[in-house]
């Protein structure tokens, strides 16, 4: 698997293709899925595709904290880093929830490496309904490595992990160990961690995520920036409600939503909700990368 050491981490990215760059980014802190190898199927046609895993995420990339306000931050320069080590870009960023997120952070904080931006499924601004997750991932796991070292934060990961897979809920964040199954050798990584800064980084990130503006800690101005176009394909539940979608629409000044065709089912999955949008986004490529 493809590494490049970036900001003196190890990040894994595989690239699919060759032409102009789409870089595709998952939701919440998930690692290179299903999805994300549909996306590159189907775009490598025309196009180079990068899918990558984030640090500090369930992916295989290095665990490496680091000393930044939020994780958004660290993601984005460590993005920003592996396109200038690989000589890529500018890009077509596209992403599906926090990936949308960060597709945004890319364009305004880095507007040289922005060409145009996929945004599916923009995240809610309730916090509220973040709480438990952000709990269990963040300050759960900080309470935890605090009183008992990092073996222990790997140990109740690993419990918990167990738990989801028999299909039941977990209480407790399952990073650390869905990281070190994908790349073992992040549990020599996560054993050297200092607990007590292990502890401070995860109730930074938790604080950061509920303290937040919307989206993912932009302002409205910072939205109001970015100059690229822009295609928004709104969310239909909860956590990526239609308003999301809309609210980026009105703020971004070149942003044209696209919608689920009709034929799609309210009970489709994921995968085939997004690959019914596929034409449309094929068409926006066209103009926003080949023309």
């Not at 046609?45 to 904290?65: E, H, K, P, T």
């Not at 960060?102 to 599916?120: C, G, H, I, N």
């Not at 604080?207 to 919307?214: C, D, G």
């Amino acid at each position: 698997m493809p590494t490049m050491t970036v900001n003196g981490v190890s990040i894994v990215y595989e690239i699919f293709g060759k032409g102009p760059l789409l870089v595709w980014t998952e939701g919440g802190r998930f690692g290179r899925s299903e999805l994300s190898y549909l996306m590159a199927g189907h775009f490598a046609r025309q196009y180079s595709v990068l899918i990558w895993d984030r640090r500090n995420g369930f992916g295989a990339s290095d665990v490496a904290l680091a000393d930044s306000p939020s994780y958004m931050t660290t993601d984005a320069e460590d993005l920003h880093a592996l396109l200038r080590n690989l000589a890529l870009g500018p890009a077509c960023f596209a992403g599906a929830s926090a990936g949308s997120s960060l597709s945004l952070w890319m364009a305004q904080r880095y507007p040289e490496d922005a060409k145009s931006l996929v945004l599916f499924f923009a995240p809610t601004d309730n916090v509220a309904l973040f709480r438990a997750s952000i709990d269990k991932h963040c300050f759960c796991l900080a309470e935890i490595a605090e009183r008992g070292g990092m073996q222990a934060a790997i140990d109740a990961s690993t419990e918990s992990w167990f738990c989801e897979l028999q299909g039941q809920a977990s209480e407790r964040g399952t990073w650390l160990a869905q990281t070190i199954y994908r790349n073992p050798s992040n549990r020599e990584r996560v054993l050297a961690i200092d607990p007590q800064l292990f502890a401070a980084t995860m109730r930074r990130w938790g604080t950061f995520f509920l303290s937040m503006s919307w989206p993912a800690g932009l302002t409205q101005e910072d939205i109001r920036s970015i100059a690229v176009p822009v295609m928004i394909v709104p969310g239909d539940d909860e956590i990526h409600p239609r308003q999301s979608a809309e609210r980026l629409s009105a703020l971004l000044e070149q942003a044209e939503m696209v919608e689920f065709p009709g034929t799609v089912p309210a009970a489709a999955s994921a995968i085939e909700k997004f690959y019914s949008v596929f034409p449309a986004l094929d068409e926006f490529l066209t103009r926003t990368l080949l023309d």
